[in-house]
């Protein structure tokens, strides 16, 4: 689900929304009228074809999960996790297209997988004993809910965004503990199924047509993004900006500047709006991501 462009009207002394369309998406910049604002349209459109770069992998390994389950059902077999740890392959191939990334993989719904309410099939990357960056090794989390320590990914954001709203989500940056300690970002996509197969019945006796199901939730396909390896990408987009300018998440928290006004992982005390707090112009990033790109007036020749 992706972003969806609006018009606002507005009198001359207040703030207006300038909508442009791109070939990737849309990018939605707010600008104060009377001001000598910068054009954030071009590296806001650039940190989104970021974002969807990495969401491309993402998707494929969703699409090969949802495959896996399809061909389940039509054969009338269980996905296992010996079957589903048959798309291993597939995950180090997308992981390695990503080279940012820490890890990768799906994460499925409560009793898609047979016998378990919970479970992963998520490899991170690990360099080999000769300095391969490229070996990888499987995730093991405790996922048993008697354990006091499970980990219960049934209510993390990353998980429950797209499996309640149905869209892509970006959660982070932060600090994952739970994985290999390091400060990521997280890049999720809903996978959903099709219906099971029908049964063959003979023609005589074939029930009445029913109504197509609603897809099955079989859970989310992720990457855990190293902010190390990013954020020097999204810096050099940002440098790009002749004026200051920080990008932030819904969540008021900072994931880069060009400047050290704003220190990386701390939070503003308000989400950027043209006209406070020395800003002049935001854009909407979108790509599912809630990020904000803004500048300040750029200083005087």
Same mark, same amino acid.
């Given at each position: 689900?992706?972003?969806?462009?609006?018009?606002?009207?507005?009198?001359?002394?207040?703030?207006?929304?300038?909508?442009?369309?791109?070939?990737?998406?849309?990018?939605?910049?707010?600008?104060?009228?009377?001001?000598?604002?910068?054009?954030?349209?071009?590296?806001?459109?650039?940190?989104?074809?970021?974002?969807?770069?990495?969401?491309?992998?993402?998707?494929?390994?969703?699409?090969?999960?949802?495959?896996?389950?399809?061909?389940?059902?039509?054969?009338?077999?269980?996905?296992?996790?010996?079957?589903?740890?048959?798309?291993?392959?597939?995950?180090?191939?997308?992981?390695?297209?990503?080279?940012?990334?820490?890890?990768?993989?799906?994460?499925?719904?409560?009793?898609? *997988?047979?016998?378990?309410?919970?479970?992963?099939?998520?490899?991170?990357?690990?360099?080999?004993?000769?300095?391969?960056?490229?070996?990888?090794?499987?995730?093991?989390?405790?996922?048993?809910?008697?354990?006091?320590?499970?980990?219960?990914?049934?209510?993390?954001?990353?998980?429950?965004?797209?499996?309640?709203?149905?869209?892509?989500?970006?959660?982070?940056?932060?600090?994952?503990?739970?994985? &290999?300690?390091?400060?990521?970002?997280?890049?999720?996509?809903?996978?959903?199924?099709?219906?099971?197969?029908?049964?063959? *019945?003979?023609? &005589?006796? =074939?029930?009445?047509?029913?109504?197509?199901?609603?897809?099955?939730?079989?859970? *989310?396909?992720?990457?855990?993004?190293?902010?190390?390896?990013?954020?020097?990408?999204?810096?050099?987009?940002?440098?790009?900006?002749?004026? &200051?300018?920080?990008?932030?998440?819904?969540?008021?928290? *900072?994931?880069?500047?060009?400047?050290?006004?704003?220190?990386?992982?701390?939070?503003?005390?308000?989400?950027?709006?043209?006209?406070?707090?020395?800003? =002049?112009?935001?854009?909407?990033?979108?790509?599912?991501?809630?990020?904000?790109?803004? &500048?300040?007036?750029?200083?005087?020749?």
């Amino acid at each position: 689900m992706g972003a969806t462009a609006h018009h606002e009207n507005h009198q001359e002394d207040e703030n207006r929304w300038e909508t442009r369309e791109y070939k990737e998406g849309t990018v939605t910049t707010e600008t104060g009228e009377g001001r000598g604002v910068v054009d954030l349209d071009v590296p806001g459109s650039r940190v989104r074809a970021v974002l969807e770069g990495i969401f491309g992998p993402v998707a494929a390994i969703g699409a090969a999960f949802a495959a896996q389950r399809w061909n389940c059902l039509a054969a009338d077999t269980a996905l296992t996790p010996d079957r589903l740890s048959g798309m291993r392959e597939i995950i180090w191939h997308q992981l390695s297209l990503l080279a940012a990334a820490d890890g990768a993989g799906v994460v499925a719904a409560p009793s898609v *997988v047979a016998d378990k309410h919970r479970h992963l099939e998520w490899w991170q990357r690990t360099a080999s004993a000769d300095g391969d960056p490229d070996g990888f090794a499987r995730i093991r989390l405790n996922l048993d809910p008697e354990s006091i320590d499970l980990y219960d990914y049934l209510d993390m954001d990353w998980y429950t965004v797209p499996r309640l709203e149905g869209c892509r989500h970006v959660y982070g940056p932060y600090v994952d503990f739970s994985g &290999a300690d390091r400060y990521v970002l997280t890049l999720t996509v809903p996978v959903f199924g099709r219906p099971a197969p029908a049964a063959k *019945v003979p023609a &005589a006796s =074939a029930p009445p047509p029913r109504p197509p199901a609603d897809p099955e939730f079989l859970g *989310v396909a992720g990457a855990d993004i190293r902010m190390s390896h990013l954020e020097p990408e999204l810096l050099a987009i940002l440098r790009s900006v002749p004026a &200051a300018a920080v990008l932030v998440t819904a969540e008021r928290r *900072v994931v880069a500047a060009n400047t050290p006004r704003w220190i990386s992982g701390t939070r503003l005390d308000r989400l950027p709006a043209p006209g406070a707090d020395d800003f =002049a112009a935001v854009t909407k990033i979108g790509a599912d991501s809630g990020w904000l790109l803004a &500048a300040t007036t750029p200083p005087h020749p």
